[in-house]
């Protein structure tokens, strides 16, 4: 079955890095993915993994992936106040449809 | 490229009513999925839709429909609206559905049923 779990909070200064962390249970998920949310807004494809890769970088976003502990982390350097927002991990089955997790609010404090 | 385009943005219904929501994939694209988005729920698959073929459906009441034209437009019907149907409704685009292919997603249509 299909259950993408996330920690709800996270708090960050200004320059720090962000861990955002996610667990899934479906052993067939073959992407994962990160997307932002901004208020009032949808949501913004960050990046993704395929599920036989362990780490993928992309600018200041670096996504591991620990298959067999189905752990999926999201690492933003140098956050900064834009950065402030809800964070989504997803995961793909084959079915033609994501599974999100409840999503990750973080604020980015100066 | 433009990107995904959903119509109207926002709109207020009453219970009982119907509502028709629209969206335009991004060029090329073939796939479009709906999903809705709660507070309580946080964001739930509706259906997808290729090349006019729903391939999947998720765990909502008949009320909730789609539909594919040959250009890959879509749209969503809510019929007889409840309170709990307030929500936004997300559209998302990719090439194939697959799990391979991105999924680019519309700015919303927030429904407000009273």
């Known amino acids: 079955g299909e259950d993408v779990e996330q920690s709800l909070f996270l708090s960050v200064r200004e320059g720090d890095s962000s861990v955002i962390n996610c667990t899934y249970t479906?052993?067939?998920?073959?992407?994962l993915y990160w997307y932002k949310q901004e208020p009032g807004a949808g949501l913004q494809l960050l990046t993704y993994?395929?599920?036989?890769?362990d780490m993928k970088q992309d600018q200041r976003l670096t996504v591991l992936l620990n298959k067999k502990d189905k752990h999926l982390s999201l690492r933003i350097a140098d956050t900064q106040t834009g950065d402030s927002a809800i964070y989504f991990c997803?995961?793909?089955?084959?079915?033609?449809?994501?599974?999100f997790g409840a999503g990750t609010t973080v604020t980015v404090r100066a | 490229k433009a990107g995904v385009t959903q119509t109207p943005r926002y709109l207020i219904k009453t219970r009982g009513q119907q509502v028709t929501l629209s969206c335009s994939p991004i060029?090329?694209?073939?796939?479009v999925s709906w999903y809705q988005q709660t507070p309580g729920q946080g964001l739930q698959f509706l259906f997808e839709?290729?090349?006019?073929?729903?391939?999947n459906k998720g765990n909502f009441p008949g009320r909730f429909s789609g539909r594919q034209f040959s250009n890959s437009r879509s749209e969503m019907n809510v019929s007889t609206l409840e309170l709990g149907d307030s929500a936004l409704y997300l559209c998302?685009?990719?090439?194939?559905?697959?799990?391979?292919?991105?999924?680019?997603f519309g700015p919303g249509t927030r429904l407000t049923v009273t």
């Open positions: 998302a685009s990719s090439l194939t559905g697959t799990g391979a292919s991105e999924q680019y």
């Open positions: 479906d052993s067939s998920s073959t992407y």
């Open positions: 993994i395929f599920s036989n890769m």
């Open positions: 997803a995961e793909s089955t084959g079915d033609y449809k994501l599974s």
């Open positions: 060029s090329g694209h073939r796939s």
């Open positions: 839709y290729f090349s006019e073929t729903q391939r």
